[in-house]
């Protein structure tokens, strides 16, 4: 079966640090273009932050720019998503998602994988 799966959610304080990691299962991620998304309680999904194929390049929500910062393993065959700073407004179900066309799109019907969600919450 091929997938993506998320770990690496947790409770953390405000002002505190957190990475998510997504692997795949049944296929490599090297030539998908890796989106993390959430979707917090009574909100619609957005996008937080994404990196193209081999080539790395990313790009952010304006809400986590300066604070969260994504990376890619190839060799490992996993993403990364290192998050600082948080905030209790960064509380969320966090998805990663793969696109196979390889660059980064901010439309989420376009990505062909989905994990099944790691929660992240952000409270004293």
């Known amino acids: 079966q091929l997938q993506v799966v998320e770990s690496g959610g947790g409770l953390v304080q405000p002002g505190g640090s957190l990475r998510l990691s997504c692997g795949a299962s049944?296929?490599?991620?090297?030539?998908?273009?890796l989106g993390w998304f959430r979707q917090a309680p009574g909100k619609e999904r957005e996008g937080v932050s994404c990196?193209?194929?081999?080539?790395?390049?990313?790009n952010y929500a304006d809400s986590v720019k300066g604070r969260f910062t994504i990376s890619r393993d190839n060799a490992k065959d996993t993403v990364y998503l290192q998050m600082n700073a948080l905030k209790p407004e960064d509380t969320a179900v966090y998805y990663c998602?793969?696109?196979?066309?390889?660059?980064?799109?901010?439309?989420?019907?376009?990505?062909?994988?989905w994990g099944q969600g790691t929660l992240v919450t952000v409270s004293s």
């Open positions: 990196i193209n194929n081999r080539a790395g390049i990313t």
């Open positions: 049944g296929f490599n991620l090297d030539y998908y273009a």
């Open positions: 998602a793969a696109l196979s066309w390889g660059y980064c799109s901010d439309n989420a019907d376009l990505y062909d994988y």
